[in-house]
């Protein structure tokens, strides 16, 4: 059978409509292990709720602080989880987790070649580019032709690091900060960072002009 | 011989889809299972995608992302003795039975 779609991209059934035999076997999963206390109907509700209240605005907090303060971006990248759980940012269930620093002359990407690995306490659900075949075998040989479907085209003496995520490594990119920020605030900094940036696949927003 | 999701390099692919779906019910159910599974200790995450990558070429190419979640989470609750395959299937019939016509 030749699949024409992307992961997820298929995806108009719900319950009030036909589901696939996929989805028909993840409730019947549910129910099974209900019905044998291996999970109760609350754990598997407050985990959803956990997972959506995991957003990229604690991932634009750390760099909105990173870039407003050199001492709290020494102590994010030496020790990043320690950092997290001092916000109260639950960090815990990833294992090493990197930050990795863009400059004018070195640029980071992060993917997950083989899966969808994510810094997901930081960033929430990874978006649905970022699982596809297209971005999983683009991004490690033709990481600047990536950049430039996001919008961003990278002068050639820029070294682009391209970071392949695993089961036990996830990455988080500070990018740069925008010019012409300097007397914006923590709060208005974070409105700068989106998702993308701390991918590494675009820059922050650039700074509304007042 | 390299498999199929080991597809980083892989020089075959096109412009990239940034279009976002909204998720079905089912598949926040999916991601929450898998997770929760996880804190529970029950899975790791090494051992899903171990049964996501043993997944013939055909299914995992043709799968939707949450649809090859769940075919590799049954794989390692049966394999952890946790359910059987048929009671899934008597599951389904008993929730298709249940649900009625769409």
């Known amino acids: ?210 | 011989m390299k498999r199929t999701h080991d597809m980083g390099g892989d020089t075959d692919a096109g412009p990239i889809d940034r279009t976002e779906h909204a998720m079905d019910d089912w598949e926040v159910l999916a991601d929450a299972l898998n997770q929760v599974l996880g804190v529970k200790g029950i899975k790791c995450t090494d051992e899903t995608r171990r049964a996501r990558e043993d997944m013939d070429s055909e299914a995992y190419l043709s799968l939707s992302y949450y649809e090859r979640w769940i075919a590799s989470l049954e794989t390692i609750l049966v394999e952890k003795g946790l359910m059987t395959r048929e009671e899934v299937d008597r599951k389904v019939a008993e929730l298709e039975e249940r649900w009625g016509e769409p």
């Not at chain 1, 024409?4 to 028909?24: C, D, Q, T, V």
């Not at chain 1, 109760?40 to 997972?51: N, P």
């Not at chain 1, 634009?60 to 709290?72: C, G, K, M, Q």
Request: aromatic fraction near 6%; charge should be negative.
């Open chain 1, 1 to 210: 059978m030749a699949h024409e779609h992307e992961p997820g991209e298929e995806h108009e059934a719900g319950p009030r409509h036909e589901l696939s035999h996929w989805a028909k076997r993840a409730y019947a999963m549910r129910d099974i292990l209900i019905e044998k206390g291996v999970v109760t109907e609350a754990d598997i509700r407050q985990q959803a709720e956990f997972t959506e209240s995991k957003t990229p605005a604690n991932g634009a907090r750390l760099v909105a602080l990173s870039w407003t303060d050199p001492e709290f971006k020494a102590r994010f990248m030496a020790d990043p989880k320690k950092v997290c759980a001092e916000m109260g940012i639950d960090a815990s269930t990833l294992n090493e987790f990197v930050i990795l620093e863009n400059t004018d002359k070195l640029r980071h990407m992060v993917v997950c070649t083989l899966c969808s690995c994510y810094p997901r306490p930081i960033l929430g659900r990874p978006p649905d580019w970022y699982k596809s075949f297209n971005y999983r075998k683009r991004a490690v040989n033709d990481p600047r032709g990536v950049m430039r479907e996001f919008g961003l085209d990278l002068p050639d003496d820029v070294e682009v690091r391209v970071h392949d995520s695993t089961a036990d490594m996830r990455y988080l990119v500070i990018p740069a900060r925008p010019p012409g920020t300097g007397n914006l605030s923590v709060e208005e900094l974070e409105k700068l960072v989106t998702r993308d940036s701390m991918i590494g696949v675009m820059d922050a927003l650039a700074a509304v002009p007042e």
